[in-house]
């Protein structure tokens, strides 16, 4: 997919509207966006990958954005300062010439004379906010109030809501993702080890490990009921039983974010539960609409997914008297979803209103990061999950609504997570992840 400039021209228009907005609730004459630098790790000169400020990201959708700062006055063209210093030791993308038609646009040799130009730009305002981290800004910038919290709520609260361009950048971070997911099922079957798999998806999704979303989570039989499992064996297993793939893509600075789970042998009581868990996120993802809270249907998964622990002998009890007793919990321990844009996990998850009002989950629910209601253009995951995680289970050995038997068959798979991301529609959802799989199938 390609970049869409009337598209992206359209957005920087919505984005001026809301900020404007924003601005003049909270009077303000202009904002300074900072994209940020690298902060170098403890008492060395190396850098962990840079990650811009999200804030930033929305009005230039780039990473090869360090030190470059975002002007915002309600009266004004946006205007933009990157920085393209004269250094042999690094390579300096060309700024992108989409730039030229929607910013006013300076590029300096230096930080200081970028910060000196800001300065004098600064003074013709009264009260100018900073958006975003300070670090590299000399004391002298003319700021009044660096991140108000007000301000930083009601932007907060607006990232939720999709522009067209930015739904197709996550769509464009879908179809890399995909193709990585592909390679990676088939390095699977080939019995691959971890790290073999983690290449695989490297390679397919033309991604270096700094350009990820997020760390690749690849993840083989007992692997899988580490949630976020961060290493990557080299040596395949004596034997493949399962494996649990959470990675995404990222392109012009927003992400997609992709789990799917697959079992060695396609015939077996795991796979068996794979489908059934698929299903239950389908048909939930069927029912979502505008007006819904997000917590009902969180609840309303741990409820199916007691169902479906009763309906494979793993839950002697009831459904209802497993989803009552949380012992559901035990065996999905995380949110429902969350929130997706130019971050991973895109904040502002439980703010209600743009005045920043939160709510928070309920305390049976405390990993879940998404406690608002649905709205049209909202993007976010549905992400079920199944796992057997001894540091869970153990505490609950002693109860006789589980058949422990069945749990111990189920041990050594780890567990399952399926994930997708949805956009509101104005009366359902369009699965974004699903259409993109089948086009390569
Ligand atoms: N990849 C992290 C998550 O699914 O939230
Ligand atoms: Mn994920
Ligand atoms: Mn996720």
Redesign the pocket.
Known sequence: MNFDQPEYQKHVTTLFAEWRNALETHQFDAAIVTAGNGIPYYDDDQYPNFHANPYFTRWIPSDDVENAIVLVAPEERPQAFFLRPKDYWHHYPPIPNWLDSTFDLDVFENIESLTAELERRLHQYSRTALIGPDAGLPGNVNITEKNPERLVNQLRYRRAFKTPFEIDQIEAATQIAVQGHIAARKMFYEHGSEFDIHMAYLKASGQTEAQLP?QN?IALNEHAGTL?YQSYDQRPPEQHRSFLI?A?GRVNGFNS?I?RTYSAKRDDGFSDLISALEQKQQELIDTIKPGIPYPQLHETMQLEISQILNDFGIFKCSAEAAFKTDLSTVFLPHGLG?LLGTQ??DVGGYLLNEKGDTQAPDTKYQSLRFTRTVEQNQVF?I?PGIYFIPMLLDPIRDSKDIDWNRVEDFLPYGGIRI?DNVLVTNKGTKNITRPIFQSFE
């Open positions: 997020y989570i976020h959470d995404g974010d789990t969350h991973t996990h995951t992400e994930e």
